[in-house]
DNA sequence: TCTTGGTTTGACCAACTGGTCAAAACAACG
DNA sequence: CGTTGTTTTGACCAGTTGGTCAAACCAAGA
């Protein structure tokens, strides 16, 4: 029976995700703390531990909802459709998000990267299950000669290393780049890429 | 005239050096702590600044290190030699690096995230100026058609990304493949892909 | 207007942080 | 052995951290 929250409530939960969205992402977990959260969400501390019971209460609730909808481009990923424009959709689709949420991709590069200690469960189960029904509708697709053979698991691995490159070690491509955007020839990249590695 | 270190210094300052990389590669400059990274060194933290004048000192000294041998890979790749070799091997080499050198890998990984404060010099100039040197190699064997036409920019990326993916992510990697050894199917999939990729 | 429930804050706290220092312990060489 | 320079440590410090709490503030309906 929980009340429906307040505009102010909203208002203020909506300004401290993505404060803390801000913090998490740059610092990690550890690194991260609920002053400069607080400073960045515009509110003293104690006004926002009013709405979150705690630093890892913000941090549960910012993975949480990002979990929800990072996966949902592999979701999306439909064993009825042309193979080959299935896996470079899925493909694009990845390295958009990098390009509009990149603080959400760098959010999970620091978890990762520290061991994943909140989700290492959810990566074994949810994320598994779903990669690996993906898996088989990609071997489906090369055993019946549609696609070329290769490994599904790595596949899924490469695009997912190639896109969220660009979220990740955003600084690094710009200083190699210099003023060059890098998106533009990042989609044009994976495009040839997965092209040419997947047609039979 | 600083004088040779004595046994006693070396051993201590290789074992700060070895802790310093577990702890800052697990939680980054800001997450990690001086206990921490004396108790793995199994030192008492005045001891282990005994040896190193500060947190960052550590850091730094790490860094250092790890920039000079971390692109070695990419110095080695010969305008002289075969095209598709000379690019296949780099990849290879790189994916070596991340297999024995993981602790480094997320080290650096972290450094990027976070904003890269302290090597953000470095990475305009002295990288810049190697993958650019690099690339107008590819670009060459490109233009005289002993490869395929592709942005040598994002090939590069391409490599560190998909090989770094396996160290940075590696208990993501872990938790898909469930049993699996990682990198016995990624150099395969590394040869398929950039076979398939770089033939003209 | 008063009341009620949600909201905000200043003052505070214990634990932890990076770092200091003088004194003690030790190694090694003559 | 004694001396000299190196190494190690316990005690300590000031600043920061996540978090608490009672009191004040405020919005809005009766």
Redesign the pocket.
């Known amino acids: 029976m929980t009340?429906t929250?307040?505009?102010?409530?909203q208002r203020?939960r909506a300004a401290i995700m993505s404060a803390g969205l801000d913090v998490f992402s740059k610092f990690g977990f550890?690194g991260?703390?609920?002053?400069?959260?607080a400073e960045a969400a515009g509110?003293?501390?104690?006004?926002?531990?009013?709405?979150?019971?705690?630093?890892?209460?913000i941090h549960d609730a910012l993975l949480e909802r990002l979990l929800e909808t990072w996966l949902d481009p592999l979701k999306d990923l439909d064993g009825a459709g042309d193979p080959i424009a299935e896996i470079m959709g899925y493909a694009q689709r990845k390295l958009t998000m990098s390009r509009d949420y990149p603080r959400e991709s760098r959010l999970f590069a620091n978890e990762i990267l520290q061991g994943a200690p909140r989700i290492a469960e959810t990566l074994k189960t949810d994320l598994k299950q779903l990669v690996d029904e993906k898996a088989d509708i990609i071997k489906a697709w090369a055993d019946a000669g549609k696609i070329a053979k290769i490994d599904p698991h790595h596949l899924i691995f490469s695009i997912w290393a190639f896109t969220q490159h660009y979220a990740d070690f955003d600084v690094q491509v710009r200083a190699v780049l210099g003023d060059k955007p890098p998106y533009d020839g990042a989609a044009a990249f994976l495009d040839t890429l997965y092209e040419k590695l997947l047609r039979p």
């Open positions: 009340k929250p307040t505009r102010i409530q203020n550890r991260a703390t609920l002053d400069q959260i509110l003293s501390k104690p006004n926002l531990l009013y709405y979150f019971a705690s630093k890892e209460a």
